[in-house]
C-alpha cells in the first residue's frame, strides 16, 4: 500500500509561485506515473500534469503548459509540481496520485480512474 501526502499550498498573489510537494511512503513509487489533478467545488476533478515513472515524459492540460512543472525525485521518493505565474483560475486544491501502470499515454493519464492511489490534497488559493 502507498499513502502519498501533499504539502506546500497556500495563499498567493497572482503572478505569483508555489511548489507542491508529494511525499510517498510505504512503497517506492519510482516504477508508477505520477500526477497531478486538481479540484473546485462542484466540479469534477482535473488532470494538471504526469509524469511517467523514468521523468522522460510528462504531459500538461494546455492552460498550465509553460507555468506548471513537474519533476520527480524517485531517490526520495517525491513528486514536485512547480508552479509559476499563477493565476486565480488555478485557484482548487491539488492532489497528488500514483498509477502503478509506470507509462500511461496521455488519454489514460488525464483519468483520474488510471490512478491507484490518492493523497488527501493541498488547497492553492491564489487572488487577484
Known amino acids: 500500500q502507498v499513502a502519498l501526502v501533499e504539502s506546500g499550498g497556500g495563499l498567493v498573489q497572482a503572478g505569483g509561485s508555489l511548489r507542491l510537494s508529494c511525499a510517498a511512503s510505504g512503497r517506492a513509487v519510482n516504477s508508477y506515473t505520477m500526477a497531478w489533478f486538481r479540484q473546485t467545488p462542484g466540479k469534477e476533478r482535473e488532470f494538471v500534469g504526469a509524469s511517467t515513472y523514468n521523468g522522460l515524459t510528462t504531459y500538461y492540460i494546455d492552460s498550465v503548459k509553460g507555468r506548471f512543472a513537474i519533476s520527480r525525485d524517485n531517490a526520495k521518493n517525491t513528486v514536485l509540481l512547480q508552479m509559476n505565474s499563477l493565476k486565480p483560475d488555478d485557484t482548487a486544491v491539488y492532489y497528488c496520485?500514483?498509477?502503478?501502470?509506470?507509462?500511461?499515454?496521455?488519454?489514460?493519464?488525464?483519468?483520474?480512474?488510471?490512478?491507484?492511489?490518492w493523497g488527501q490534497g493541498t488547497q492553492v488559493t491564489v487572488s487577484s
Open positions: 496520485a500514483g498509477a502503478i501502470v509506470g507509462i500511461l499515454t496521455f488519454d489514460r493519464a488525464i483519468r483520474p480512474d488510471e490512478y491507484n492511489y
